[in-house]
């Protein structure tokens, strides 16, 4: 499986997504700063795969503590979360994976553990986030099959692969859970503008495991599927409000509107730690602008003139209407939302 992310002793090693794939670069993060900064710069990105890179972050940076008595070291801990809540602020996973790690600690602080005994509580936390991110995606995988006809052409937008979680992925875990499961697949994958997750990385994995990929750019998925040549939409999630309206990669909603004008059904995979019950719905989302650099350039290549301004929202909201069924470790939810999410953590 891809090695997306690795905690060894006193370093976080990650693939370079984005030299993919062009190049297979590791970079090895000594620091808790280092892997805030891989996060931001999405050397690591999709929503579990920074959950998992901040859990390690922090238990990174705790391991390397100084600090002797609980007090001081709760107070470095509470900073390098801080550090890590302000990398990226539309993937939920993120914030997920903190508070469980901040729970762990108070949970060792309350049993009176050592700082040693917190340091290695913390390792084992990181480590279990990450194990049972890939776990959850298997599972997904094997429920997400299940709404894959037999022969099936499927369309996914940006990177829900391995790359985007500890393994196997969730739009790309449903896909190799179709192909496990004896189906026969092929995929087109939205190239993905301006990042170019599509065509970069999950054509790249998906090459890679020998699963027909046909790349395509953003404005070719309505000709695409006006010919009748898309029978499933399966998309990643970065956040999913309690209504079940959904945040992911800019150019997600367009694929949906476009799936519904052709009656073709739009899932969504993600794992419960995506699912965001406080946020009521996807107004509430908070979503990410990055870099103008992304638009205007591809590579070093300038493409838009100086002076042009420029909009760049990394993420837009598809409102639940659109959505066929959210696909998790726990089954398929489908509408309405609002009961079914909530009866998802019951
Ligand atoms: O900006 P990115 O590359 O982090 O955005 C990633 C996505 O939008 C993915 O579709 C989402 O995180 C799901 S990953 C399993």
Known sequence: MLPTI?????????????????????VRCKTAPEVARAIKAMVIRGAPAIGVAAAMGIALGTRRSTATGT?????????????????????????????????????????????????????READAIHDEDVANCRKMGAY???VVPQEARILTHCNAGALATAGYGTALGVIRGAVEAGKRVTVFADETRPFLQGARLTAWELVRDGIQT?????????????????????VGADRIAANGD???????YSVAVLAREHQIPFYVAAPLSTIDLKTPDGSHIPIEERNAREVTHVGSSQLAPVGA???????????????AGIITERGIFRAPYTESLRRAFE
């Open 214 to 234: 046909t790349v395509i750019t953003d404005n070719m998925t309505g000709a695409l599927m006006r010919q009748g040549k898309v029978d499933l939409v399966v």
């Open 309 to 323: 301004l420029v909009w760049n929202p990394a993420f837009d909201v598809t409102p639940h209407h659109l959505i």
């Open 71 to 123: 007090q001081k070291f709760a107070a470095e801990f509470a900073r390098t979360c801080d550090m890590m809540a302000a990398t990226r602020p539309t993937a939920v996973n993120l914030f997920w994976a903190i508070d469980r790690m901040k729970q762990s600690l108070a949970a060792g602080v309350q049993a009176g553990e050592s700082v040693d005994q917190l340091k290695d509580r913390l390792d």
């Open 6 to 26: 690795a905690r060894e002793d006193d370093v976080v090693v990650m693939i370079d997504q984005r030299k993919l794939p062009a190049k297979e670069l590791y």
């Open 246 to 252: 959904t945040a992911n990669k800019i150019g997600t």
């Open 144 to 146: 997400g099959a299940d």
